[in-house]
Nanobody
């Protein structure tokens, strides 16, 4: 079974950058859907960025132009490059994989069946 492990979280000042990684183990086939989600204290979990096997990417409205999602097939690793970080970006970031492309967009969590444990991102104002 596929297991996901996020890393790269930490504390950063507003305006700074971080790169999150999501390493997958037990991979036997190319994933259809890959995504990053986040949850801030007292708020609902929201989609951040996604990428499917057709090459299509999608981003949450609040991170468009600042975040970039990418995937390394050879390393079985999903990345999230986060630039110009803001205080409101603070939260626990989760990576996930699933099936159902091209319908596995950020608003359809039901398509994502495998999740990582999460990594904390804290942005100071």
């Amino acid at each position: 079974q596929v297991t996901l492990a996020e890393s790269g979280g930490g504390s950063v000042q507003a305006g700074g950058s971080l790169i999150l990684s999501c390493a997958a183990s037990g991979v036997r086939s190319a994933p259809e859907c890959l995504a990053w989600f986040r949850q801030a204290p007292g708020k609902e979990r929201e989609g951040v960025a996604s990428k499917n096997i057709y090459g299509a990417t999608d981003y949450g409205n609040s991170v468009k132009g600042r975040f970039t999602v990418s995937h390394s097939d050879s390393k079985n690793t999903l990345f999230l490059q986060m630039n110009d970080l803001k205080f409101e970006d603070t939260g626990i970031y989760y990576c996930a994989t699933g099936t159902g492309a091209p319908h596995c967009n950020l608003g359809n969590e039901r398509f994502y069946g495998t999740w990582g444990q999460g990594t904390q991102v804290t942005v100071s104002p």
